[in-house]
């Protein structure tokens, strides 16, 4: 078992900037691809950003030229540092990890999730 560590949450102001991490702590071979999700009041949780083994990003459209996604391999942490925040995005974000738990065996882990509140 994997449990996946979230920080970074809070309250901020629009237009201001927060960086959440997610640290996967444990004994496995590797991880392979990592995102993070936001689920709003009342909404689906949908999938924010995503980062594969190799360093290539992918982006929701709410979240283009705004959030980035990066990894430390070493420190087996996904980052996303979120600027020019705006009220829509208040949501519970949520990191996921595919992780290769050794060579033939992957399973994919969660969070559990940091508040984050954007005020206008």
């Known amino acids: 078992q994997v449990h996946l560590v ?27 691809a990592m995102y993070w999700y936001r689920q709003a009041p009342g909404k689906q949780r949908e999938l924010v950003a995503t980062i594969d083994t190799g360093g290539s990003t992918n982006y929701a459209d709410s979240a283009k030229d705004r959030f980035t996604i990066s990894r430390d391999n070493a420190k087996n942490t996904v980052y996303l540092q979120m600027n020019s925040l705006k009220p829509e995005d208040t949501a519970v974000y949520y990191c996921k990890a595919d992780v290769q738990l050794n060579s033939i065996l992957s399973q994919t882990f969660w969070g559990q999730g940091t508040q984050v509140t954007v005020s206008s």
């Open 6 to 32: 979230e920080s970074g949450g809070g309250l901020v102001q629009a237009g201001g900037s927060l960086r959440l991490s997610c640290a996967a702590p444990g004994n496995f071979f590797r991880i392979n």
